[in-house]
């Protein structure tokens, strides 16, 4: 403005300073709504903001904490993973995410973010715990797949009873070993066994296809057509 003020250059240049001003108090009112615990209300006034400030990375970590809050980890992982693109070093953000991922159960890209984190610091409490923690899972997993691909049951079945002890914390995961469990006692044909453990997985989520499947395998055995 006060180096060119010609009509043309004043106008733009006032839209642009209304504008900023319009931003810093839905800034302000962001802050104060999270700091409220209103996150719906702080995800709405963020969500006004990012759409002129692409690129800011705080801004879009604070959303990012708002979903985690309001229990909607997935919207979270896409705020951060922009985060940790914007901003340099940004372990923080790579930590995040393999925590939501882990706590989703998708234990593979749990383990690929945490080594995100780990390339930039390897001395990162946080990270390196957690990398244990995956790596020692995702292990255990893999080699119970390998054991139900070589049609060896009953190894399976103790790998994935030792899954449940490495997470007892994490509700996704006994729940997929159990469900893996009663695949491998239809496969191995302990029906009755199959029967009760695919009846727990069925109890937590009713449209389980593999569990519904395998217990079907089980009532077969049997000779429980109807069932």
Same mark, same amino acid.
């Not at 951060?80 to 940004?90: E, F, G, H, M």
């Not at 390998?146 to 060896?152: H, K, P």
């Given at each position: 403005l006060k180096s060119n003020p010609s009509n043309n250059e004043e106008k733009e240049a006032q839209t642009q300073l209304t504008k900023s001003d319009e931003l810093q108090r839905l800034h302000s009112q962001a802050l104060s709504a999270y700091q409220q615990e209103d996150y719906k209300a702080a995800i709405s006034l963020l969500d006004e903001i990012l759409a002129v400030c692409v690129w800011d990375a705080e801004l879009r970590e604070l959303r990012a904490e708002c979903y985690i809050k309001e229990g909607e980890p997935s919207k979270a992982i896409s705020d951060?993973?922009?985060?940790? /693109?914007? /901003?340099? @070093?940004?372990t923080e953000a790579f930590y995040k995410i393999s925590r939501?991922?882990?706590?989703?159960? @998708?234990?593979?890209?749990?383990?690929? &973010?945490v080594r995100e984190c780990l390339k930039l610091d390897q001395d990162h409490k946080q990270c390196f715990s957690l990398y244990k923690q995956v790596k020692k899972l995702n292990k255990q997993i893999e080699?119970? &797949?390998?054991?139900?691909?070589?049609?060896?049951? &009953?190894d399976a079945i103790s790998k994935y009873e030792s899954v449940m002890k490495t997470e007892p914390e994490v509700p996704i995961y006994s729940t997929r070993a159990k469900e893996r469990i009663c695949h491998c006692l239809s496969k191995n044909q302990q029906a009755t066994e199959a029967i009760k453990l695919c009846s727990e997985v069925l109890q937590l989520e009713p449209t389980n296809v593999n569990a519904l499947k395998d217990r079907a395998e089980a009532y077969l055995l049997e000779d429980m057509y109807e069932e």
């Open positions: 951060l993973k922009a985060a940790a /693109k914007l /901003k340099n @070093d940004n939501i991922y882990y706590q989703l159960g @998708d234990h593979e890209l749990s383990l690929s &973010e080699s119970a &797949e390998e054991f139900i691909r070589e049609g060896r049951y &009953e």
